[in-house]
């Protein structure tokens, strides 16, 4: 009864689309200002002009080149020590030693985790270790490392490896459990098992994940380097980054100290904003795997 | 349409190409001891459309996997040409239900050319030409080079099929590979399906839990009894240049309903 009301109340009808050819994207163009104010660069670089106005600014009202130089002081004393040469040999000092660190953390990552992956045992030792040595600093074992290797690189290494070892493994681990059965099982229909397996159906499925890992790696890394370099830098004398804002502490030199950090912050952008954004883009972007 | 000797023989219908033979298959969950199937056989004949039918919880999936080898017998044994399935392997390609089986890190092309390569069946120029082939069987050519995120689900479904033939595997194992489509997709998808059979004559298993799939798609059926699986009957789909097509296709369906719906019935009336 209801449907017949429902259904004769209104009649028929029929419409005659044209083809989509014929009238091309229906689209509204955006205003110049919107199309510079999406630009994300251009927004960031909006605040970080504004924070070097406000230091320089102070800087200035103060006037006391031992507590905060203006920024303008800071930026030449960067050129400077550009141009003299000592900024960049120190700059490389740190870059070597963190790669050598950073690299040896990662494959032992890879090691640990791939035994974790096909054993059961390595899963237990993997799971005992994360859950030991994850929580401990790695600055905490810089005095141990000293005392066993001495006023040496290897002292370092070991620290930086510590810090990227732990966060590494865990996040591959992770990466690995959660790649989907489907996926297991066609690696599986192809007849792959072991490294094969783990190399081209578990890596790149957990690639977002051991992305992850390699990038809080690095920050960790990076910070533990610094952090101990400006301790093992004045036992040795000759050291990176770390040394070189120790040092120009040491004779007041304060413009060369925060050219010091202001070149810390410089690389930690590079590597992050640079180097792990061209990787992102050109893996788990690309592949509609980012989250 | 009669059939001869010389046409059996021309399909290779004359032996068995899987033969499964009282195969109970259990899993374990966290507390139980599940068993999916009790004592199933059944053979599977060369370029045969065998269909595996039955409610949710007959173990159909389950059994394709066994057949797969992905899942050990606890009793009866699995032959494939004469030999007993032991592990997965790519002469029994799977397709399965989600669209993640696919990786998302290699593009269409990729993807049908992974297995070809890394199980080592064909190389270079070869696998290439092998990939390209079948991607234009199923009409994806225009998009060899997409990632499959870039693609609808339908499209995904025609490119792990791809994959799965480019391999030429002795049989093919389809695990519902349409269920997570639309209708209108998925009508479309069975009749692509078949007429890649019409070209190629592949052996496949299908799984599917509907009744109207399994008649469109099936040259024969297996009906299972759910709780555990069990064979409830085996069944002849109907030809599809028969005539009076959709008047037979509706009367086999209403008789598999029925029974389906008498164990329904049974199982209700035994609870109550």
Not at chain 1, 107 to 122: D, H
Not at chain 1, 189 to 216: D, E, H, M, T, W
Not at chain 2, 128 to 139: D, G, P, T
Not at chain 2, 145 to 157: C, E, I, R, V, W
């Amino acid at each position: 009864m209801a449907d017949t009301l429902l259904t004769t109340r209104r009649p028929e009808r029929s419409g005659s689309p044209i083809d989509a050819a014929k009238f091309g994207i229906v689209e509204k163009p955006l205003s110049g200002w919107e199309n510079v104010w999406n630009q994300t660069w251009l927004r960031k670089l909006l605040i970080l002009i504004g924070l070097a106005l406000i230091w320089e600014i102070y800087g200035r009202v103060t006037n006391n080149q031992l507590i905060l130089p203006p920024f303008s002081d800071t930026i030449v004393a960067f050129f400077a020590s550009i141009a003299d040469g000592e900024l960049p040999v120190r700059v490389w000092a740190s870059i070597k030693i963190l790669s050598l660190g950073y690299a040896m953390g990662v494959v032992l990552a890879g090691v640990l985790t791939t035994l974790a992956i096909t054993t059961r045992f390595g899963n237990d030792l993997l799971e005992t270790l994360t859950s030991m040595f994850n929580p401990l600093p790695a600055i905490a074992l810089l005095p141990l490392a000293l005392l066993w290797f001495g006023l040496k690189p290897m002292s370092l290494a070991i620290v930086l490896i510590h810090s990227v070892l732990w966060p590494v493994a865990l996040n591959t681990h992770s990466g690995f459990v959660a790649v989907s059965t489907t996926l297991r099982m066609v690696g599986r229909n192809y007849g792959l098992r072991g490294i094969g397996y783990v190399a081209l159906i578990l890596i790149p499925a957990a690639f977002p994940s051991i992305l992850a890992g390699l990038k809080i790696g690095w920050a960790f890394a990076w910070r533990t380097l610094i952090a101990a370099e400006l301790v093992f830098g004045v036992t040795t004398g000759g050291g990176g980054l770390g040394w070189f804002i120790v040092q120009n502490k040491n004779v007041l030199n304060i413009p060369y100290v925060f050219a010091g950090l202001f070149t810390v912050i410089l690389i930690g952008l590079f590597v992050e904003n640079v180097i792990f954004r061209t990787i992102e883009q050109r893996t788990i972007r690309r592949w509609g795997m980012a989250s | 349409m009669a059939t001869t000797a010389a046409d059996l023989s021309d399909l290779g219908l004359t032996k068995p190409l899987l033969s499964v033979s009282g195969v109970t298959l259990q899993y374990k969950t966290r507390d139980h001891q599940v068993t999916a199937t009790y004592r199933v056989g059944f053979e599977v004949y060369p370029s045969e459309r065998y269909v595996i039918l039955g409610p949710s919880g007959c173990g159909k999936s389950t059994l394709l996997k066994a057949v797969g080898g992905y899942i050990t017998p606890t009793e009866g044994t699995i032959r494939l040409g004469g030999a007993i399935v032991r592990q997965p392997g790519a002469d029994r390609m799977m397709v399965f239900q989600e669209f993640d089986q696919l990786m998302p890190w290699k593009t269409v092309k990729q993807n049908v050319k992974f297995p070809l390569i890394s199980s080592g069946t064909l190389r270079g120029d070869a696998a290439e030409e092998r990939a390209l082939a079948y991607i234009e069987k199923v009409n994806l050519t225009k998009f060899a080079d997409n990632y499959p995120h870039t693609l609808s689900g339908g499209m995904k479904q025609r490119v792990a099929i791809a994959r799965a033939m480019a391999m030429e595997p002795a049989i093919l194992l389809m695990d519902e590979p349409f269920a997570a489509l639309d209708a209108l997709t998925r009508r479309k998808m069975q009749d692509e399906l078949l007429e890649l059979w019409d070209e190629t004559r592949f052996t496949m298993i299908f799984v599917t839990h509907s009744i109207v799939e399994a008649l469109r798609v099936g040259s024969r059926i297996l009906l299972l009894s759910p709780h555990p699986g069990q064979v409830k009957a085996e069944l002849n789909s109907i030809e599809r240049d028969a005539p009076d097509r959709e008047e037979a296709i509706r009367t086999l369906e209403s008789r598999i309903h029925e029974m389906l719906f008498a164990d329904k019935v049974e199982a209700e009336g035994a609870h109550g």
